[in-house]
T-cell receptor, first 110, second 117 residues
C-alpha cells in the first residue's frame, strides 16, 4: 500500500464548478499535512496546510480526519487558473521528511 | 518569501558522464536541504536529506555512491549524478528548510530536468 494515495484523475470540470479531492495516508504517526499544487514541468508550491479543525483559504477548504487517516481539499468556484496537479503531502511520522502523493490532475474548462 | 534556486534548469548529457546540480537558498540559511526525483506521472520521491557540514542521509534504494551530495555551506547543496545512464533521466528538485527541527516549511527550487542520451 502506498504511503499516500490519491485518485490520479483527471478531473475535468467547467469553470465555476466545485470540485473535491480526497487523499488517504497510511502512517498514523504523521503529524503535518499539506496540499501542494504543481503545474506542468514546474516545482510544487504549497497551497495550504491542513489542520484537524479544518481550515479555509478563500475558495479552498481543507479537512483532516485523523481517525480515518483521510484528507480532503474542496475548491469552490473553479477558475481556469486552478488547472494543475494537486499533491497531498504528509510528513513521515513526525520529523521533517515529506511523503508526496502522486497527485490529482484538475482541468478547468470554459 | 524564501527563494531557492537551482542550476542548471535543464541538462542533456551523454551516457557515462557526470552531472552536477546546484541548489541555493538565496535569502535564508538552510540548515537542511532535501533532494527529490520525479519521474513522469509519478510522485516526488525523496532521495536524500543533507544537513550543513555533515554527510547526507539517503533513502532506501538510493545509491549514495551514484548520487553524491555535498552541503558545504548554509546556502548551497550540490547533487552529482555520477556515470549517468538513460534511466537516470528525471526531474530533480531540491528543497531547503531553515531548521532541521520538528517541522519547518520546505521551500522548493524550480527543478532540473536531466536527460541522459
Amino acid at each position: 500500500r502506498k504511503e499516500v494515495e490519491q485518485d490520479p484523475g483527471p478531473f475535468n470540470v467547467p469553470e465555476g464548478a466545485t470540485v473535491a479531492f480526497n487523499c488517504t495516508y497510511s502512517n498514523s504517526a504523521s503529524q503535518s499535512f499539506f496540499w501542494y499544487r504543481q503545474d506542468c514541468r514546474k516545482e510544487p508550491k504549497l497551497l495550504m496546510s491542513v489542520y484537524s479543525s479544518g481550515n479555509e483559504d478563500g475558495r479552498f477548504t481543507a479537512q483532516l480526519n485523523r481517525a480515518s487517516q483521510y484528507i480532503s481539499l474542496l475548491i469552490r468556484d473553479s477558475k481556469l487558473s486552478d488547472s494543475a496537479t494537486y499533491l497531498c503531502v504528509v510528513n513521515r511520522g513526525g520529523g521533517n521528511k515529506l511523503t508526496f502523493g502522486t497527485g490529482t490532475q484538475l482541468k478547468v474548462e470554459l | 518569501g524564501a527563494v531557492v534556486s537551482q542550476h542548471p534548469s535543464w541538462v542533456i548529457c551523454k551516457s557515462g558522464t557526470s552531472v552536477k546540480i546546484e541548489c541555493r537558498s538565496l535569502d535564508f540559511q538552510a540548515t537542511t536541504m532535501f533532494w527529490y526525483r520525479q519521474f513522469p506521472k509519478q510522485s516526488l520521491m525523496l532521495m536524500a536529506t543533507s544537513n550543513e557540514g555533515s554527510k547526507a542521509t539517503y533513502e532506501q534504494g538510493v545509491e549514495k555512491d551514484k548520487f553524491l551530495i555535498n552541503h558545504a555551506s548554509l546556502t548551497l547543496s550540490t547533487l552529482t549524478v555520477t556515470s549517468a545512464h538513460p534511466e537516470d533521466s528525471s526531474f530533480y528538485i531540491c528543497s531547503a528548510s531553515a531548521s532541521g527541527g520538528y517541522y519547518n516549511e520546505q521551500f522548493f527550487g524550480p527543478g532540473t530536468r536531466l536527460t541522459v542520451l
